[in-house]
């Protein structure tokens, strides 16, 4: 026990050591590297700890040699903007003037339903709030809603309350969800009119379809 205690207490300093000089955003794993980084020292100092065979010195070692190699990277991210590119990446634009790109979700491995449910993760329920949308290279959203959207105060207006919807999704990718569209009480021939109205006379041209009671029906084409 006494042995273990040693080894938690040697890892506790040299973890510390390595975020001071690394930097406070290996905690928050703000780019892939901090976060695989991250893992690596957690796993060195957990399997290391409960082994036997692996003395004091070794963890140090091993904890320090990773550090060094973090506090590398770190410093030439810093100073070199090539590097950074390498390191960091760009964000990706997943949605440009309201208009989602079909190309970038891809490149991302991405689907429109992993897209709408990041979204609704930032408070964002409809598609049609958002003006641009980037995906970061820590994988989280950075979203830019249209002016109609953005958060005002109520305190600004004087104006009555509103009853709240949530927008439904009718099309994703061509496909009618048949379960959506009854369970706001219409069907197929409304659908239609509504797509008519867009000048879409089929389903496979419609990338996504979404209604919002009192805004009516957003279309996105194929």
């Not at 979700?105 to 339903?113: I, V, Y």
């Not at 995906?135 to 009555?160: A, C, H, R, V, W």
Request: with cysteine; proline share 2%.
């Amino acid at each position: 026990m006494l042995y273990i205690t040693f080894k938690l207490l040697a890892g506790f300093i040299i973890l510390f050591i390595i975020i001071r000089f690394v930097g406070r955003k290996i905690i928050n794993q703000i780019t892939p590297f901090t976060f695989i980084g991250s893992i690596v020292i957690g796993e060195f100092l957990g399997n290391a700890v409960y082994e036997e065979h692996v003395s004091v010195l070794e963890i140090l070692y091993s904890i320090s040699l990773w550090g060094l190699m973090l506090f590398i990277v770190e410093y030439l991210e810093r100073k070199f903007l090539f590097f950074r590119g390498i390191v960091l990446g760009k964000p990706s634009a997943l949605i440009k003037n309201g208009v989602i790109d079909r190309e970038e979700l891809k490149k991302c491995r991405m689907n429109l339903n992993q897209l709408q449910s990041m979204l609704r993760q930032n408070e964002t329920f409809s598609v049609r709030e958002v003006a641009y949308c980037y995906l970061e290279s820590n994988g989280s959203l950075s979203i830019l809603k249209k002016s109609q959207y953005q958060k005002t105060k109520k305190e600004d207006f004087t104006l009555p309350e509103k009853a709240v919807h949530v927008p439904v999704t009718l099309i994703r990718d061509g496909k009618v969800l048949k379960d959506e569209l009854t369970d706001i009480g219409f069907d197929e021939t409304w659908l239609k009119k509504q797509l008519a109205t867009h000048n879409i006379s089929k389903y496979k041209d419609v990338f996504l379809a979404e209604w919002l009671e009192g805004d009516g029906i957003f279309v996105q084409k194929l």
